[in-house]
DNA sequence: CATCAGGGCCCTG
DNA sequence: CAGGGCCCTGAT
């Protein structure tokens, strides 16, 4: 295991995200697995960050209201920072929490919907986000395969013991992602070692991609929404499914919508349809529903209504719901 | 104790 | 294009 890095820099920025913004349901995703990179209460999100080939502490603070936003970063890390570096990571966390998105559309075309329009005024604001970079989310999109929730925890705590950083900083500690060049000479045993399973070789192969074959992910923003899903694809251990997370989350398709997975599937059913589990919808069925209501945006539409689940279920448990998600 | 399927994907036939 | 195999783990 690393050793615990002191981080002791810290400076500290004001964000104006655009109005109308919701912080917590921005920078705390219920439905997320959690890992030990982060951690959040209300009007507060913590988070470690490898950016630059340097280790840092962040801290969001809700520092404003919906209709006049403001977000207080502290940014903590071992040496001073220079200016080039800060504004650039600005830049780069403007984007994965899409604080400049404009919402207006949206809100304005769904909120006579029965379903979603009440869940837009409940949530007013709330984006989408992707903590970490590309090779961040494709190594978690990995650790979800086949598996419960647990399992995920449990391989992506032991991936952080043996290959992340310790980060101290604002008196917490938290655990930091390797680069790709950090994993690369891991050989498939000592991965397997980690109870990771046949994942092994996903990580290595998704790690020679980026520090062989030097997948650019800033580039890859720039290409269109298909060229980004076929590079994807040839990632060995990336199928639909994980792309169509990454389309979403990382690169910020709002209509991406390829594909629905079994469990998915049942829990629509159940939201759209007041099916049960034994009885669900056709996917097919599910797909021409979300064409019809939500075209444009069906990704970030649903996403909505499912953001509001799990904030429900926060507060009281949802026995169906529970029966599905296996922690 | 044994058995099984899980928040996919690859590979084979 | 359908279906078996893959790792490990908790549920039964």
């Known amino acids: ?38 951690a959040w209460e209300p009007g507060v999100r913590w988070q470690t960050m490898l950016w630059q080939g340097k280790c840092l502490g962040l801290k969001f603070e809700n520092r404003g209201t919906i209709a006049q936003p403001c977000v207080r970063l502290s940014i903590w890390s071992k040496q001073k920072l220079n200016r080039a570096l800060v504004d650039g990571l600005i830049t780069e966390i403007t984007f994965r929490y899409n604080l400049q998105l404009d919402l207006a559309e949206f809100n304005r075309r769904f909120r006579a919907d029965p379903q979603l329009g009440p869940i837009i005024r409940k949530w007013r604001g709330m984006r989408t986000f992707s903590a970490g970079s590309l090779y961040e989310y494709l190594i978690i999109a990995i650790m979800l395969q086949n598996c419960t929730v647990r399992r995920s925890v449990n391989m992506m705590q032991a991936l952080y013991e043996k290959y992340g950083a310790v980060l101290k900083f604002d008196a917490r500690t938290f655990y930091c992602m390797w680069s790709p060049e950090e994993i ?30 030097g997948i650019d992910e800033i580039e890859l923003r720039g290409k269109s929404r298909e060229e980004q899903r076929n590079t994807l694809l040839e990632l060995y251990g990336i199928g639909p499914q994980s792309v169509g ?3 979403f989350d990382v690169f910020h398709h709002w209509d991406a919508m390829d594909h629905i997975s079994p469990w998915e599937q049942i829990i ?10 034994e009885k669900p919808v056709s996917a097919d069925r599910l797909m021409r529903l979300f064409a019809k209501r939500f075209s444009g945006y069906r990704m970030l539409a649903v996403h909505y209504i499912w953001e509001d689940l799990f ?17």
């Open 1 to 38: 295991m690393s050793r615990a890095r002191q981080l002791k820099h810290k400076r500290v920025i004001e964000i104006e995200p655009t109005a109308p913004f919701n912080f917590d349901t921005t920078f705390h995703k219920p439905d997320h697995f959690p890992t030990s990179d982060n």
């Open 184 to 213: 690369d000479r891991a050989t498939e045993q000592e991965l397997r070692g980690l109870k990771v399973g046949y994942r092994a070789k996903s990580i290595q192969r998704v790690t020679a991609a980026f520090v062989v074959n």
């Open 245 to 247: 997370y990454i389309l």
């Open 268 to 277: 629509y059913s159940k939201l759209f349809f007041s099916r049960n589990a």
């Open 311 to 327: 904030w429900k279920r926060q507060h009281a448990k949802i026995e169906w719901l529970e029966k599905l998600i296996r922690l």
